[in-house]
């Protein structure tokens, strides 16, 4: 199994957009990503965002690059602050590879938990429009495959 993390682009802030949805380099960065990612011809069962505005709009650039067989799915539980563990038990059920598109500190948490069995520390630093990839081994350890941001990508 294959999880790709990835943290939302650069968000505008919240007296230009409310609903901080990305700014033209959060979505500059989220299209550079993707379209490293559509050349790896990678396929996902469903592409998992949180439902903030920023999510929605890097999840739908990023799903535009994959072979995703339910699309952009808004997935309660996963904002901000919210707790990694009812996400990793949904996980645990599922076969397949997904896409997670979310924010800071849920993702670098949820990271630790997998790769780690801990919240602290930190396994990766996610920069905006990063992409995690984490790979389940046979023995059902979570380990880092490989991570791209927009700065590798000029």
Not at 131 to 147: D, S
């Amino acid at each position: 199994m294959w999880l790709y993390l990835v943290r939302h682009g650069e968000a505008l802030p919240k007296a230009v957009d409310p609903e901080q949805g990305l700014s033209e380099e959060g979505r500059q960065d989220a299209e550079k990503v993707a379209a490293l990612l559509k050349g790896q011809a990678i396929k996902v069962e469903a592409v998992w965002e949180s439902g903030k505005k920023r999510a929605t709009q890097t999840a739908e650039i990023m799903a535009g690059a994959l072979t995703s067989k339910a699309g952009v799915v808004r997935q309660d539980g996963m904002a901000p602050m919210d707790p990694v563990t009812p996400i990793l038990e949904k996980l645990s059920s599922l076969e397949g590879d997904y896409m997670l598109v979310g924010h800071m500190p849920f993702l670098s948490i949820l990271a630790s938990r997998l790769v780690l069995g801990m919240e602290d520390p930190d396994v990766v630093l996610f920069r905006e429009a990063t992409v995690v990839c984490l790979e389940k081994g046979p023995n059902g350890q979570w380990a880092v495959g490989w991570m791209v941001t927009p700065a590798l990508l000029g």
